[in-house]
């Protein structure tokens, strides 16, 4: 018999998430029901090697992965969403009423939500987690619990044995087979607050909001993450404040198996910090608060992680570092030329004054840019902004391609066999989703070291259909695309 929840083409983890995603509703994932009427719904957790269509044993099972979570917050809302009872005994010895914690293991969802929402700082305070704000009620839905379940899926179908107990302070994340490739990311990490409206609100005027997210962001940090989820081996290099937000941001990089060894925290500082308005089709407008007289990437900070930068396949660069920064990390790069690794930078966040050398432009492999970003790398004798003349231009001045986005599509100025041509055109609802360019820098990554580092147009296209992906999922807890995702959408590219 089929089993009509599977997906053919899904993964393990895909499966498993859609099935507790189901599981939430009504009493939640207790014994009972798997070994009733939710039986079947409950099939691919049943038949998890440590489960072996045992009931109990799968209600263990999920209780196990929810105390292992890195993020205090995802294991309060999965203990609620799923009605687990995980923390009871703790919150009733840390004077949560009883009312409470009956309504967290209630039979009703509704109820459940409520209850978490209602008393979300004192449930945090007494398992002594760090608690933000609450979200809203369709935030906590659509979004958050969405991510705790699939956090969740992941570490149920993960090869790490159920029986090894870790130390407490030992995070646990999904484990993925890694491709071949050591992958370098220098960019920014900060913590985005993001209010998404129908309208910008005019001048002197204000508006209302329908949902807020708060959430890890940096272009660094999206291309690190989205690297990892191409299985690429991933380390960060970026620097946050050693507030509740810094931890947060090296919880969640690790959740997404980024190795954060190389992250800078500074003690007694605030991570940087973006707030973002987001219109429903993804415009947006944003101010970020750098906070980069404290804390920033130095020219020292560069140069004491020389070994990484000159032993990695890879590095991808971000103008969110000072531009000093930039270029003596370009150089560094270039240590042996021999065995340098493959460099793509992109232009975000421009520097105000100035672009950077044409020393530090020659040893750019890939610049990766929207034509905004490029005024101050135009030829001098340019009166109106022309694509195809920046585009030479920076060629004639070192870079080797330069990959310019936009509108869903984008044009490849390149100086290898490749040459010049138009990426193909994404039609998508959501105009100017900002991950979509660190989807597509980090599936060219990819792509170029699985191909031997030369660049073609099909590997212009496969970053091209991470790209849309990413777009179309616009709004959704995970947009940042896997392999299998990128495949068939590649189709619909050709």
Known sequence: MVDQYD??????????????????????????????????????????????????????????????????????????????GLFADSYAANGVPQKVIDDLRSDALGRRRLALLNHWHRLHESLSF?????????????????????????????????????PADEPVTPQIQHTSGRVI??????????????????????????????????????QAVAAAKLGLDVSLIAAIGDDRFGRDILAYLRAENVDTSLIKVVRGARTPFTGVVELDLGDSIALIWRNDQVVKLEVGDIEAKADQLTGCDALLLTFEVPRETTQRTLALAHTDPDTRPLVIVTSGQPYPDEGISRASLQLIDYLVSHAWELEKYSPPDLQRFNPDRVGEHLLSRGVETLCLLGNGGGTIYSDTDAGTFRLS??????????????????????????????????VAHWATAAMASTAESFGQPDSLPTRDRIEKRLKTLM
């Open 425 to 458: 055109s994404v039609s998508s609802l959501y105009r100017e989703v900002s991950t979509v360019r660190d989807a597509f820098c980090a599936a060219l990554a990819a792509r170029l070291l699985e191909n031997n580092r030369t660049f073609t147009r099909e």
């Open 7 to 84: 997906e053919p083409e899904s993964s393990d983890g895909q499966i498993l998430e859609a099935r507790l995603l189901k599981l939430r509703m009504r009493d939640g994932l207790v014994a009972a029901r798997l070994r009733g009427a939710g039986r079947e719904l409950a099939a691919p957790l049943l038949r998890l090697p440590a489960v072996q269509g045992d009931a109990e044993a799968a209600v263990n099972l999920v209780g196990d992965c929810v105390r292992r979570m890195t993020i205090g917050t995802h294991q309060i809302v999965a203990d609620a969403t799923l009605a687990l």
């Open 185 to 222: 990311v220098v960019g920014g990490a900060v913590m985005d607050a993001i209010f998404r409206t129908k309208m910008i609100p005019a001048h002197e005027t204000s508006g209302i909001a329908h949902d807020f997210t708060l959430t890890p962001g940096g272009k660094g940090l999206w």
């Open 130 to 166: 760090t608690s933000g704000p609450p979200p809203s009620d369709r935030t906590l839905r659509e979004t958050v619990e969405a991510r705790v379940l699939r956090e969740l899926a992941y570490a149920l179908v993960s090869p790490l044995p159920p029986t090894v107990l870790l």
